[in-house]
């Protein structure tokens, strides 16, 4: 399978811990994206890397969350001290760099904080 | 701050009925896509359109994209069973450098057999 792969798929969680959520992107594209999507809403943006380089954070993401791209391969987004509030799907994209390429998205990590 | 409006926000309909689900904004995108998600899954492009004025047509359904780029339309003829889901227009900034998609939001459709 060559599509966006995401691991966990389900995670449930203590309040106050911490979770780590992996991506892996369409091996040559060079965009990757994370969204959180809550329960009948769409999509959020949370933010954007271009190979390696975190060039775009939305301010949705609070510094309890932090995401990395090491080697612009697989990303990894972490939330810290999690709270209720965090319970939502975490989707992953990727597309190639280019005006108007299409993104193609992951399964989604569905978060649950008890 | 762009948006996307999209309408109806849930339509349940007979299996062989037609419908059409409209997605407006009152900003211009350079593009715009179009995506299915089922529950717990991701969202799944089922179409792009770039050019205002653009028709696509995918079997049953037919997309259009507004001649000012500010709003599409999804048109499903014949519905079945199977399009059940969340349907998802999302439009990309025009001239954007991240090129990230700005999501609506949102029409849950259910076909009834």
């Known amino acids: 399978d060559t599509g966006v792969s995401q691991d966990p798929r389900h995670k449930i969680t203590k309040r106050g811990q911490n979770v780590t959520f992996r991506c892996d992107p369409i091996s040559e594209h060079n965009r990757l994206y994370w969204y959180r999507q809550t329960l009948g809403q769409g999509p959020e943006f949370l933010t954007y890397?271009?190979?390696?380089?975190?060039?775009?954070k939305s301010r949705l993401l609070s510094d309890r969350f932090s995401a990395e791209r090491p080697k612009g391969s697989f990303s990894t987004l972490e939330i810290q001290r999690t709270e209720q509030g965090d319970s939502a799907m975490y989707l992953c994209?990727?597309?190639?760099?280019?005006?108007?390429?299409?993104?193609?998205f992951g399964q989604g990590t569905r978060l649950t904080v008890v | 701050t762009q948006l996307l409006e999209q309408s109806p926000q849930f339509l349940s309909i007979q299996e062989g009925e037609n419908l059409t689900v409209y997605c407006n904004s009152s900003?211009?995108?350079?593009?715009l896509q179009w995506y299915r998600q089922e529950p717990g899954e991701g969202p799944v492009l089922l179409v792009t359109v770039v050019t205002g004025g653009e028709v696509k047509k995918l079997k049953r359904l037919t997309f259009q994209f507004g001649d000012a780029r500010k709003d599409s339309s999804l048109h499903i003829t014949a519905a079945q069973p199977g399009d059940t889901g969340l349907y998802l227009c999302?439009?990309?900034?025009?001239?954007?450098?991240?090129?990230?998609?700005?999501f609506g939001t949102g029409t849950l459709l259910a076909v009834q057999p």
């Open positions: 900003s211009v995108f350079s593009s």
């Open positions: 999302a439009g990309s900034s025009y001239g954007g450098a991240t090129n990230k998609l700005i």
């Open positions: 994209a990727s597309s190639r760099f280019g005006q108007n390429t299409e993104a193609f």
């Open positions: 890397f271009q190979n390696e380089a975190q060039l775009e």
